[in-house]
């Protein structure tokens, strides 16, 4: 299954960005989708999840700014991100659980993962 992510970019304090991730391949079903990101020297942290029902969490960090969502039928995941601050600043990655058929027929479990998009708030 691969991932690809787009929507980052520069923006200013208080500004605005979506992201946005959709998974392609001979995928039989996704479960668990996220984001994560990770600032420069930091660990990589998540920062919100939604499973396939549609329920979510979010890192206290960004609860009230941020919001996840997903459309099932598209096997895609947004990231809506309001009032941005210079630490948010990262790059974000997106994630999902995915079932899915290899070259051989077997069906495969795996966590994938996103090439990363860069986000940069400015002060």
């Known amino acids: 299954v691969q991932l690809q992510a787009s929507g980052g970019g520069s923006v200013q304090a208080g500004g605005s960005l979506r992201l946005s991730c959709a998974a392609s391949?001979?995928?039989?079903?996704?479960?668990?989708m996220g984001w994560y990101r990770q600032a420069l020297g930091k660990q990589r942290e998540l920062v919100a999840v939604?499973?396939?029902?549609?329920?979510?969490n979010y890192a206290d960090s960004v609860k009230g700014r941020f919001t996840i969502s997903r459309l099932n039928a598209e096997n895609t995941v947004y990231l809506q991100m309001n009032s941005l601050k210079p630490e948010d600043t990262a790059v974000y990655y997106c994630?999902?659980?995915?079932?899915?058929?290899?070259?051989?027929?077997?069906?495969?479990?795996?966590?994938?993962w996103g090439q990363g998009t860069l986000v940069t708030v400015s002060s």
């Open positions: 994630n999902a659980d995915s079932l899915s058929n290899n070259p051989g027929g077997e069906i495969v479990a795996a966590k994938d």
């Open positions: 391949g001979s995928i039989i079903r996704i479960d668990d």
């Open positions: 939604i499973t396939r029902g549609g329920t979510t």
